[in-house]
């Protein structure tokens, strides 16, 4: 597969327009540039998987649309690309289910959301395709690399849908 960088180059696409979809029951991490997608990327999530995150320790993908706080190098998960959940539609949703009484009295919103690699030399983790995150979206250290130059914080979408 070719580099992201040269298959935006080639397509002509301008990469401030970058975006990122999860595709949660397909596993897939999608870049689209200008509405174009150019690539796709195997990935794992929480390994509680199905349906939106409603509390911290549920071990759930938080789903819906966000932007990224920051992103740094991470000495256990290779990168660390921090997601803005909460934000303030997972905020309302969370204090919906707590009203509706389907969060636990005394449990928090949670947090600590990002996409992150593996410890170095464990991408067979996102090759077997299980479940072992809290919450996160890991990807091969080398896909974290490729996307890593896109992200601008508090600018460039992420959207996770079930």
Known sequence: MRPLALLLDSLHLDAHTVRFDVDKSDRLFSVYAEDTLVKTYPCVLGENPIGDKFCQGDRKTPEGTFTFRSKRVHASWHKFIWVDYPN???????????????????????????????????????????????????????????????????????????
């Not at 949703?93 to 947090?111: C, E, H, M």
Request: glycine content about 12%.
């Open 88 to 162: 303030a539609e997972s905020y309302r949703r969370f204090k919906d289910r707590k009203a509706q009484g389907l969060i636990p009295a005394g449990k928090d919103i949670g947090g600590e959301i990002g996409i992150h690699g593996v410890p170095e030399g464990m991408d067979h983790w996102i090759d077997l395709g299980r479940d072992w995150t809290w919450g996160c979206i890991a990807l091969k250290n080398t896909d974290v690399d490729e996307i890593y130059p896109y992200i601008i914080p508090e600018r460039t979408e992420l959207t996770i849908a079930p």
